[in-house]
Every structure is written in structure tokens, then in C-alpha cells.
């Protein structure tokens, strides 16, 4: 008799700007935040590359900062979605996903040294995540080694272990909490605001039940607390120059220590009115003292870009501020006092602040975690079981063909081919597989599928109840940003022609029908792009879906049928087929900044050897 399998473990990855936090869910349904090796619940999101070849991430590596910055990365997560990070490390350029892979290394070991062997983990994203920035946390979590189950808005992590936690104690009978669902499952609505290291985010939520559903989303991935410290910075820095008629940020060991003070100095200025910073450069000390309100001018305007953009997300929600029940807040940011103070100026309501700030987020990926595994190995049952009792000719009379009745009135698309071979970032890899099916796919193609079975979740919970609630809860998210096709008019104008409007609840499917530009078109090259402006040179190329050898003899404005499917994480597949000849296009995109699957297989390869601490 084969060994019974063994349910793989999952865990929820909160990867910050400046922290890290992992969580996973317990046996008894709860999530449990899992401490680093060095016993703190978070871990800086900084790295060290030591001259020995060897790499320390967290705490450590931030005091290394100080003596050898040129060694040491912060705020990878800035860049994602760039080709490579902002300068050389050892005279190397370095992609970003491969050193959030480092991190990510890091964090699996440590969770490994309490829980055992972790197979995957659900990875958290600002909800203003742009396509590129996500398909680079996947890619970082490949290079770590990691089965990536899911990549999660932060905003949605967070208020579905707020929602999670209500609807939890509800069931084991400890009804007396703060609720999200109200007793007669009507639903709240949610404002979850997030400030974090380096991102903000602000998302509105209607909670239903177990139903979770983001109704709108706005943010800004260049602002968190990183620009409070710089404010610091450099306000002392200017002290220090009104001094002593020198610049101490020209000095980089001194700006590291600088950088330390600055956040040193907010941190108390959350809980005192005063606090002060002593710089010390060419033997010159000056003691600085700033009070909350000097703080609080000195930084006006960063709150200010937070504020602007809750009024924004709300204009888009088409709700107003007596119809939300509950601010929450998320990301350690939201501790000052400052925030506070807005958001209720603004709501007109005291934010909810009883989740901590800085796990509130990995609790949720850990939740979703449990609950996408779950419904997969459901799934995966139902399917194993199909391709077992159902015999081939049913399932072929049983395909249907896309419904195309959806379609606007024919354009013309860019005919510029394209030969470049598709770079785009293969999909997840799974476990053992146990079974293979055959299954034909809406052109009528054949495909042959393995189908990997895994373990009963369900099993890694002593009480069911945990697995029914957990397999009861849904969330839908909404797109951040509008994706289009950039199509040539008649006039040969190019324009960006927008498939999925920003804020379109997801997952969804768009089919539009577009023309040929020329008679005798063999190929045709689609180019995808986010925003919504009209003019394509205001939106972000983010990729090309190029359909080739198109047969001899096409009239001009034949038909193209592009079809945008957004699942709900918020990665989108891009598909092309002209009408006549069924030939469709390679449906991953061609994204110019994305790594390509050698690229991601060398820069595993590179992970798996290093040593990181
Ligand atoms: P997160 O990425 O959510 O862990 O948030 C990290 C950010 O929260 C960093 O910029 C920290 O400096 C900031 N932070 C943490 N605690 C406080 C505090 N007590 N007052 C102000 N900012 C804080």
C-alpha cells in the first residue's frame, strides 16, 4: 500500500516595503503570527551581501547599513517591476525579484524551523500593484522556492482577517465582539486604510455575510513612512548646516545613522509630544529637538496625499461617509497619531484599531492560505472523479465555445508583428501528479492535462468547524488600474481602446472585436497597455500578444477577437484569434521588464546556493 500523502503546509507572507510578517492558521482555525529566528514577529525587509558571499537579512543586515551601505538594500519592493534594482551591488545588477527571493528565503527558512517542511505561501501585494509589480512577486517567490498559491491585495488580507475573526467567534459561540457582518447579514461596508513602510493604500469593502467584496481601491506605491523618516532627515540635516555650514547627509555612513535617528525619532513622537535627535559628523555633535506639532507641519502634505486619494477611492465606491461602518486601520504607519486624527476629521467615525498593525496583514494571506487550499483540493476531487467516470465522446460533446455576442463595432489593430519569442513567467508548479486527462479547449484542441493530487487539507484542523468556515468565506477584488489595446483608427491615429475600466469587480472575462488594418495581414501584434487615457503615450506598455501565420488572402478589418480575463488576484491573460482561420495568439505577455524563465531558473539556482541568515 502507498504512503498516505501528506497535507502540504501554506503559509501567509506579508512582504513589506520595510517589514516582513509570515502567519499561518493553527489547528484550531486561528492565525498564529510566526516569529523570525530571531524571535521577532517582523523582520526588516533589508538585505546584506556580505563580502564573504554570504547574506543576512533582517535586523541585522539594517545595522550593517551603517558601516557598509553600498552593501545593503532597503526597499526592494519599491522597485518591483523594474528590470534591475538601482545601482550595483558588488558590481553586479541585480533584478529586484531576485533579492525579495532572498528575503523570501529567509522568512520560509525561519518559518521551516518552527512549523517543518512549508511548500507555498500566499504573498501579499499593495492593491495598487500595478500588473508588472505582481508578476515580479510571483517570479520572486519561484526564485525562492516557494509555490506561490496566491498573490493577495494587502487591503483584502487585512479585512478578511478582520472579517475572519468575527465571523470565527461567532461560530465558536463568543458572540460578544466587534462585528463586520452584522446579526441579520446585512452588509457593512469597510474603509480599510493602509499606510506602511513604503506603500499606501486605501480600499473600500462591502461585507456581506461570508462575502467579501472590494468596491473600489486607490493608492500611492511611493508613500509610507520611509518619506515621514526622509522629512526628518532632512529637516536635521539643515539644522545641522545652519550650524556648522556642512551637509552631514554627504557622508553615507553618516546618512545611514541619520536615516536610523529620523525613524528612532518618529517612532516616540507617536507616543510623547517631544522627542530629539543627536547627528554627529567631523566631530561636530548637534542635538535636535522636535515636538509633535513641528512633526506634524514638517509632514503635512504627505498625510495630505492620503487624504486626497480616501476622497478619491470614495467618489469611485458612489458611497458617502454615513453609510461606512467601520475605518480600519493597517501597516505601522497608521500609529500617528496624525492618522488618527485625519480619519476621523474625514469619516466623521474613531478609526477601528484593535488588529496589530503589522500582522494583521499576514494573518489574512495565512486565512486565504487555508481557505485556497481548501477549495482547491475540493476542486481537484471533483475533477480526479470526473476524469475517472466520465468517458471521452460525453466529454467532447459536452465543450462549449465561447460566447461571443459581446463585441464592438470593428477597428483596426496595430498590424506591427512581432517575432520576439514569449518571455512571460511560466505558471505555478505543483506536487506528485496522479492522474492524467484528456480535455479540449474552446478551439477544439486537444490537451493533456496531469492532474496533481494533493493531500486533505482538511485534515491539518482538529475542528471541523474551522474547515466550514474557512470554506465558506469569498472575497472579490476589484482591478486598481484600466488595461486597453492601443489601436491604429482610420486616420492612422493610435488610441488607447480600454477593455477592462479600472474598478471592475473581478474575476472577469472581456471579449472585443477588433479589424485587420491591411488586406493580406499574415500576423497581427497587440499591444497591451494599463490606464485609461486616451492618448496611449499617458498609459504603461505592459505587454504584446502577437498572433502569427495568419493563411494568405485576409481582407482588410478582418475579424480579431481579443479577449482580456482578469482572475481575482489581479493577473491578466490576454488572448487573440482571428475569426476566420481559428489561429490564436500565445496567451502570456510579453512583458519587457519581466524576468524570463531561464532568467528566474539561473536566479533560483543563484538562491539555492547562497547562504542567507
Ligand atoms: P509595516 O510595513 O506595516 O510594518 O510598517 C512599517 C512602517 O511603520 C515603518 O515606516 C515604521 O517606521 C512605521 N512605524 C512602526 N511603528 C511606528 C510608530 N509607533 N509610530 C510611527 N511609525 C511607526
Request: negative net charge; contains cysteine; proline residues 4%.
Amino acid at each position: 500500500m502507498s504512503e498516505p500523502l501528506q497535507a502540504k503546509r501554506y503559509i501567509g507572507i506579508d512582504l513589506g516595503t520595510t517589514f516582513c510578517a509570515m502567519a499561518y492558521v493553527d489547528a484550531h482555525g486561528t492565525p498564529v503570527t510566526i516569529p523570525n529566528a530571531e524571535g521577532s514577529l517582523t523582520t526588516p525587509s533589508v538585505v546584506f551581501f556580505e563580502p564573504s558571499g554570504q547574506v543576512t537579512v533582517g535586523a541585522d543586515a539594517r545595522a550593517a547599513a551603517v558601516k557598509h551601505p553600498q552593501l545593503v538594500i532597503e526597499c526592494v519592493k519599491r522597485e518591483m517591476g523594474e528590470r534591475f534594482y538601482n545601482r550595483e551591488i558588488q558590481g553586479r545588477k541585480l533584478p529586484p525579484p531576485a533579492i525579495s527571493a532572498l528575503i523570501l528565503k529567509k522568512l520560509k527558512q525561519d518559518a521551516e524551523a518552527k512549523l517543518g517542511p512549508i511548500d507555498g505561501a500566499v504573498i501579499t501585494v499593495p492593491a495598487y500593484f500595478d500588473e508588472g509589480r505582481r508578476q515580479a512577486t510571483l517570479a520572486a517567490g519561484e526564485i525562492a522556492g516557494l509555490e506561490v498559491l496566491d498573490i493577495l491585495n494587502e487591503p483584502t488580507a487585512a479585512s478578511l482577517a478582520f472579517a475572519y475573526r468575527d465571523i470565527k467567534r461567532k461560530s465558536d459561540g463568543q458572540d460578544d465582539v466587534m462585528r463586520l457582518a452584522d446579526e441579520n447579514n446585512k452588509s457593512r461596508i469597510a474603509v480599510v486604510y493602509d499606510l506602511g513602510g513604503g506603500t499606501f493604500d486605501v480600499t473600500v469593502l462591502r461585507i456581506e455575510g461570508n462575502n467579501l467584496t472590494v468596491l473600489a481601491t486607490d493608492g500611492d506605491v511611493q508613500l509610507g513612512g520611509k518619506d515621514w523618516d526622509t522629512k526628518l532627515l532632512n529637516a536635521s540635516a539643515a539644522a545641522f548646516k545652519a550650524k556648522h555650514q556642512i551637509d552631514p547627509r554627504a557622508d553615507e555612513h553618516v546618512f545611514q545613522q541619520m536615516l536610523v535617528a529620523a525613524e528612532d525619532c518618529k517612532r516616540a513622537l507617536s507616543a510623547r509630544d517631544k522627542a530629539r535627535m543627536t547627528i554627529t559628523f567631523a566631530n561636530k555633535p548637534v542635538n535636535i529637538e522636535v515636538t509633535r506639532d513641528q512633526f506634524e507641519d514638517l509632514t503635512a502634505d504627505l498625510l495630505y496625499r492620503t487624504e486626497s486619494r480616501i476622497i478619491r477611492v470614495m467618489e469611485a465606491s458612489g458611497l458617502s461617509w454615513h453609510q461606512v461602518d467601520d475605518v480600519l486601520t493597517v501597516g505601522g504607519s497608521t500609529r500617528m497619531p496624525q492618522v488618527l486624527k485625519m480619519l476621523e476629521r474625514v469619516t466623521d467615525q474613531k478609526p477601528n484599531t484593535s488588529l496589530a498593525p503589522d500582522e494583521v496583514v499576514a494573518h489574512g494571506a495565512a486565512i486565504h492560505a487555508a481557505i485556497t487550499q481548501l477549495k482547491r483540493y475540493q476542486k481537484q476531487q471533483q475533477t480526479l472523479q470526473a476524469a475517472r467516470t466520465k468517458p471521452m465522446a460525453q466529454a467532447v460533446s459536452e465543450m462549449k465555445i465561447a460566447d461571443d455576442n459581446d463585441v464592438l463595432p470593428m477597428v483596426d489593430v496595430d498590424p506591427n508583428a512581432d517575432t520576439a519569442a514569449n518571455n512571460g513567467i511560466a505558471p505555478h508548479s505543483g506536487g506528485a501528479s496522479t492522474a492524467t486527462t484528456i480535455a479540449i479547449d474552446s478551439e477544439g484542441s486537444t490537451i493533456t492535462e496531469a492532474i496533481i493530487e494533493d493531500a486533505n487539507p482538511s485534515e491539518q484542523y482538529d475542528a471541523n468547524d474551522a474547515t466550514d468556515v474557512l470554506r465558506a468565506i469569498q472575497t472579490r477584488n476589484v482591478n486598481a488600474h484600466g488595461l486597453g489595446v492601443i489601436m491604429t483608427q482610420s486616420d492612422k491615429t493610435k488610441v488607447n481602446s480600454v477593455i477592462v475600466p479600472s474598478n471592475t469587480l473581478l474575476p472577469t472575462s472581456v471579449t472585443r472585436r477588433y479589424g485587420t488594418a491591411v488586406a493580406n495581414q499574415t500576423s497581427v501584434s497587440i499591444v497591451v497597455v494599463e490606464g485609461e487615457a486616451d492618448n496611449p503615450d499617458q498609459c504603461i506598455p505592459i505587454g504584446k500578444c502577437t498572433i502569427k501565420n495568419l493563411p494568405w488572402g485576409l481582407r482588410k478589418g478582418s475579424t480579431i477577437y481579443v479577449t482580456f480575463s482578469y482572475d481575482n488576484s489581479g493577473r491578466l491573460d490576454v488572448k487573440a484569434i482571428e475569426a476566420t482561420s481559428g489561429i490564436s495568439a500565445n496567451t502570456a505577455i510579453d512583458r519587457t521588464n519581466a524576468m524570463n524563465s531561464v532568467e528566474i531558473g539561473q536566479a533560483k539556482e543563484t538562491v539555492k546556493k547562497t547562504t542567507v541568515s
